[in-house]
């Protein structure tokens, strides 16, 4: 294990963090807020033990490996989410510092979920710290890290891998540190155009950067009580579900659109599956809330669209209290947050891709049991996908379930219901935002325990991480050497 490696990148993640707490000071400073201060103090915080880290001597031939990737990816978030719930302490915004901590991991692992019962009375530069955690998670601090600090070599593919989502890893272009800046491009160009087209549908440009951060990073914050709904308005949803299902696509495949290669883009199953499951799933809530609730239709197919392709995409805005709807909904809401979008987007949940390689794992085992001795591969998009993926795609499942399970049981001693509690569990590990009933939409996870809120926080960034970097940071055998 190559520590010094690991606490350099570690002191230059603290910098980007330092970096990033100076635009919410900037916002305070020009609405003439006073807690200007807090920002500053954790950004130099945070910049002293960077710095330190930063400078520390590491030799020119060291590569990192990939089990140095994973430890540096796993303790590099943690310590963002440490250091990033300071502001909130400080400021009073959130004077519990456990709360503050579930808020910023919910904030950096683009869950949504929040401990605040009403953001209206905070201060606009603590709303600002809010949403750009969610921006900064998001794409990832890591690869942030790689678009803008001095590159790894070869190893640095060990730290994308590690924090990129999705079964199958690869560049877009040979150099890592050049695919970091093309991805951070594409979430730039997003961004900048959902804040122009929000802005023309009559937001505010603070409330429009902040939405647009929160929606392209699929994360749900938001600077209003209500959420989306409070502005009533028909083009801001929909300019909302536009840009939410476009943050769900696979980032790959949008920089494939850029350079012309559109039936390259087209030809992808997992976008095509995609796009089957969100408009299938918005016929049949639309279906559902106009038989069962008498919702007319106009406004069964913006609020289904919508909600649909929120959660789908782990997004979790709500303009409706949709923990309400027909049980039918309700249900086919919850298998949306368990399927997520894209791999290579900023979505959560267990992955199209992933569901795809089960599906054909499955008919390939039927097969075999028809006709024993028949060969068969597996393949994406017209390519064989290599046994090591499937077995990990399974192993993801696996362990993605059995933290889902014991997630929910812990939830459970809160008193709570199993639906309550078993959707608690499974929106934080799918980084969704809100759950149902007590912990719906229209509600908050304030009420829950201690114990309950670390798990959870524990959760979200495991999610966030696609379980295996955690999995690796606490296995004893990492910190073993041979």
Same mark, same amino acid.
């Given at each position: 294990?190559?520590?010094?490696?690991?606490?350099?990148?570690? +002191?230059?993640?603290? @910098?980007?963090?330092?970096?990033?707490?100076?635009?919410?000071?900037?916002?305070?400073?020009?609405?003439?807020?006073?807690?200007?201060?807090?920002?500053?103090?954790?950004?130099?915080?945070?910049?002293?033990?960077?710095?330190?880290?930063?400078?520390?001597?590491?030799?020119?031939?060291?590569?990192?490996?990939?089990?140095?990737?994973?430890?540096?990816?796993?303790?590099?978030?943690?310590?963002?989410?440490?250091?990033?719930?300071?502001?909130?302490?400080?400021?009073?915004?959130?004077?519990?510092?456990?709360?503050?901590?579930?808020?910023?991991?919910?904030?950096?692992?683009?869950?949504?979920?929040?401990?605040?019962?009403?953001?209206?009375?905070?201060?606009?530069?603590?709303?600002?710290?809010?949403?750009?955690?969610?921006?900064?998670?998001?794409?990832?601090?890591?690869?942030?890290?790689?678009?803008?600090?001095?590159?790894?070599?070869?190893?640095?593919?060990?730290?994308?891998?590690?924090?990129?989502?999705?079964?199958?890893?690869?560049?877009?272009?040979?150099?890592?540190?050049?695919?970091?800046?093309? =991805?951070?491009?594409?979430?730039?160009? *997003?961004?900048?155009?959902?804040?122009?087209?929000?802005?023309?549908?009559?937001?505010?440009?603070?409330?429009?950067?902040?939405?647009?951060?929160?929606?392209?990073?699929?994360?749900?914050?938001?600077?209003?009580?209500?959420?989306?709904?409070?502005?009533?308005?028909?083009?801001?949803?929909?300019?909302?579900?536009?840009?939410?299902?476009?943050?769900?696509?696979?980032?790959?495949?949008?920089?494939?659109?850029?350079?012309?290669?559109?039936?390259?883009? =087209?030809?992808?199953?997992?976008?095509?599956?995609?796009?089957? =499951?969100?408009?299938?799933?918005?016929? @049949?809530?639309?279906?559902?809330?106009?038989?069962?609730?008498?919702?007319?239709?106009?406004?069964?197919?913006?609020?289904? /669209?919508?909600?649909?392709?929120?959660?789908?995409?782990?997004?979790?805005?709500?303009?409706?209290?949709?923990?309400?709807?027909? /049980?039918?909904?309700?249900?086919?809401?919850?298998?949306?947050?368990?399927?997520?979008?894209?791999?290579?987007?900023?979505?959560?949940?267990?992955?199209?891709?992933?569901?795809?390689?089960? *599906?054909?794992?499955?008919?390939?085992?039927?097969?075999?049991?028809?006709?024993?001795?028949?060969?068969?591969?597996?393949?994406?998009? +017209?390519?064989?996908?290599?046994?090591?993926?499937?077995?990990?795609?399974?192993?993801?499942?696996?362990?993605?379930?059995?933290?889902?399970?014991?997630?929910? *049981?812990?939830?459970?001693?809160?008193?709570? +219901?199993?639906?309550?509690?078993?959707?608690?569990?499974?929106?934080?590990?799918?980084?969704?935002?809100?759950? @149902?009933?007590?912990?719906?939409?229209?509600?908050?996870?304030?009420?829950? /325990?201690? =114990?309950?809120?670390?798990?959870?926080?524990?959760?979200?960034?495991?999610?966030?991480?696609?379980?295996?970097?955690?999995?690796?940071?606490?296995?004893?055998?990492?910190?073993?050497?041979?």
């Amino acid at each position: 294990m190559n520590f010094r490696l690991i606490f350099k990148i570690l +002191g230059y993640i603290l @910098l980007v963090e330092a970096a990033g707490l100076l635009l919410p000071m900037g916002v305070s400073l020009c609405y003439g807020e006073g807690t200007w201060t807090s920002f500053a103090i954790v950004s130099l915080i945070c910049a002293v033990p960077g710095l330190g880290l930063s400078r520390l001597r590491v030799g020119d031939r060291v590569q990192m490996q990939g089990r140095d990737g994973y430890m540096a990816v796993a303790l590099a978030w943690l310590g963002l989410s440490a250091f990033g719930a300071l502001p909130y302490v400080i400021s009073g915004a959130i004077p519990h510092y456990v709360d503050a901590l579930f808020e910023t991991v919910s904030g950096l692992t683009t869950t949504g979920a929040t401990v605040l019962t009403e953001v209206e009375h905070l201060p606009r530069g603590v709303l600002f710290w809010r949403s750009e955690t969610q921006w900064m998670g998001g794409m990832g601090v890591l690869v942030m890290f790689l678009a803008l600090m001095p590159r790894l070599g070869d190893g640095a593919v060990h730290l994308m891998r590690a924090e990129s989502p999705g079964p199958i890893k690869s560049k877009l272009v040979p150099k890592v540190g050049d695919t970091a800046k093309i =991805l951070y491009g594409i979430y730039v160009g *997003l961004t900048l155009g959902e804040t122009v087209a929000l802005r023309l549908a009559g937001l505010s440009w603070f409330d429009a950067v902040n939405h647009a951060f929160t929606t392209i990073a699929t994360g749900g914050f938001s600077v209003r009580n209500a959420s989306i709904a409070s502005y009533g308005s028909p083009a801001v949803v929909w300019i909302v579900t536009v840009f939410t299902f476009l943050a769900g696509v696979n980032f790959a495949l949008l920089y494939a659109v850029l350079r012309g290669q559109w039936r390259q883009a =087209l030809r992808s199953e997992e976008l095509r599956l995609y796009t089957g =499951l969100a408009v299938g799933a918005t016929a @049949l809530v639309c279906l559902n809330l106009c038989v069962q609730t008498g919702i007319p239709l106009g406004q069964s197919v913006t609020d289904a /669209s919508f909600q649909v392709v929120t959660i789908m995409t782990t997004t979790g805005y709500a303009t409706r209290d949709f923990a309400l709807w027909p /049980s039918f909904s309700r249900i086919l809401l919850a298998m949306l947050m368990f399927a997520g979008a894209c791999a290579g987007s900023t979505a959560g949940g267990v992955k199209v891709s992933r569901i795809l390689i089960h *599906l054909k794992s499955l008919r390939r085992e039927l097969g075999r049991i028809v006709h024993p001795r028949h060969l068969s591969v597996i393949k994406m998009d +017209g390519e064989v996908v290599s046994e090591s993926v499937v077995a990990t795609c399974h192993s993801f499942l696996a362990a993605y379930l059995v933290v889902l399970i014991a997630g929910a *049981l812990v939830v459970s001693w809160d008193n709570l +219901g199993f639906e309550e509690s078993f959707v608690a569990s499974l929106t934080c590990i799918g980084n969704v935002g809100p759950a @149902l009933g007590a912990l719906g939409p229209m509600s908050n996870f304030s009420a829950l /325990s201690l =114990l309950s809120k670390l798990v959870l926080a524990l959760e979200m960034l495991m999610g966030r991480l696609e379980l295996f970097p955690l999995l690796v940071l606490l296995n004893p055998a990492t910190w073993r050497e041979k």
